[in-house]
């Protein structure tokens, strides 16, 4: 019997697991992929510039950092184990993965991150065709890049810092944005703004084309209506991604706006026992950073713990 089950390996899991064994609770994380999250998953080789105490440090090698101390704390850690099914019983949970395995826990922390996300699609002819034939939505190692011309989709940090994480390896990179206003941080936007990356605002991909690979991209400018080809050897497609907590839900948690795990300002939701933090959860002027995530599993897990042991100050 665990005190503690984390669903989720990623650097907000790691942060519940870490604070959860510092106040002496048997702790387990389940990860369903690899532990890391993110940082391992999505952009392994991208620097991150705004974690307090690295000025710059490789995700990879962050998300390492928090796997590590979590491990060392003393959190029993298990990957491949993707969490299907959540059961209340009289005193505890009882957890099932996709293994068949089975953990039964006395208070469940969600710290699903985006893990239970698909990338959102530009629905253009061409993109199912070349997708993974140089039709990207994450970017696994920018050495695959090495010399090719790089079209980047999107306005956000992750379409800007990809575009930065990829200027130094690629013959050319060019960013198309939708809109004439990035929606990403201020420090993101100088930074692209002051070097060689080619901006094309106002304007839309609506078609991929290639014989087996990239090889150009129509692109649509919706205010002059003209559309011109691109030659492309590449097309990284950064416009966001959708979530699928159908099973969350099966788990007797209320969600938000069907994206998002409602929860109070202690982390707790709507079901007694589970406590959720990070990218999966949404409350006004949240900011989706490993920071921030790291903050809410602080406190999921305080509140955990005044459920389980009832100090005298709680």
């Given at each position: 019997m665990y005190d503690v089950i984390v669903v989720g390996g990623g650097p907000t899991g790691c942060t519940a697991g870490l604070y959860a064994r510092t106040r002496d609770l048997h702790t387990l994380i389940l990860e369903a992929k690899e532990f890391g999250g993110q940082l391992k998953t999505l952009?392994?080789?991208?620097?991150?510039?705004?974690?307090?105490?690295?000025?710059?440090?490789?995700?990879?090698?962050?998300?390492?950092?928090?796997?590590?101390?979590?491990?060392?704390?003393?959190c029993e850690m298990k990957y491949g184990e993707e969490v299907v099914e959540i059961a209340r019983r009289k005193r505890d949970f009882l957890v099932t993965t996709t293994n068949h395995a089975?953990?039964?826990?006395?208070?469940?922390?969600?710290?699903?991150?985006?893990g239970l996300f698909t990338p959102k699609l530009l629905n253009v002819p061409g993109e199912a065709e070349l997708d993974g034939h140089g039709v990207?939505?994450?970017?696994?190692?920018?050495?695959?890049?090495?010399?090719?011309?790089?079209?980047?989709?999107?306005?956000?940090?992750?379409?800007?810092?990809?575009?930065?994480?990829?200027?130094?390896?690629?013959?050319?990179?060019?960013?198309?944005?939708?809109?004439?206003?990035?929606?990403?941080?201020?420090?993101?936007?100088?930074?692209?703004?002051?070097?060689?990356?080619?901006l094309k605002l106002n304007c839309e991909v609506t078609e991929i084309q290639g014989n087996g690979v990239v090889e150009s991209a129509i692109v649509y400018n919706n205010q002059t209506l003209e559309r011109?080809?691109?030659?492309?050897?590449?097309?990284?497609v950064q416009v966001g991604f959708l979530m699928n907590l159908d099973r969350v839900q099966k788990w007797?948690?209320?969600l938000e706006d069907d994206r998002h795990i409602r929860v109070h300002a202690d982390m707790s939701t709507t079901e007694p026992g589970i406590?959720?933090?990070?990218?999966?959860?949404?409350?006004?002027?949240?900011?989706?950073?490993?920071?921030?995530?790291?903050?809410?599993?602080?406190?999921?897990?305080?509140?955990?713990?005044?459920?389980?042991r009832s100090p005298y100050w709680a």
């Open positions: 952009y392994p080789t991208k620097s991150v510039y705004d974690y307090p105490s690295y000025i710059a440090i490789e995700a990879e090698d962050l998300g390492r950092l928090f796997v590590n101390h979590a491990r060392e704390a003393g089975e953990y039964e826990g006395r208070v469940i922390i969600l710290a699903l991150g985006w990207y939505y994450l970017i696994p190692d920018r050495r695959l890049f090495r010399g090719k011309r790089v079209v980047i989709v999107g306005g956000g940090d992750s379409a800007l810092e990809s575009a930065l994480q990829l200027m130094s390896t690629a013959s050319k990179v060019t960013v198309i944005h939708r809109r004439d206003v990035f929606r990403a941080m201020e420090k993101n936007v100088d930074a692209v703004k002051r070097s060689p990356i080619e011109t080809v691109m030659d492309a050897d590449a097309v990284v007797g948690v209320q406590f959720a933090c990070g990218d999966v959860v949404s409350y006004p002027n949240k900011d989706k950073r490993i920071v921030t995530g790291a903050g809410e599993a602080v406190t999921a897990v305080m509140s955990a713990y005044k459920l389980l």
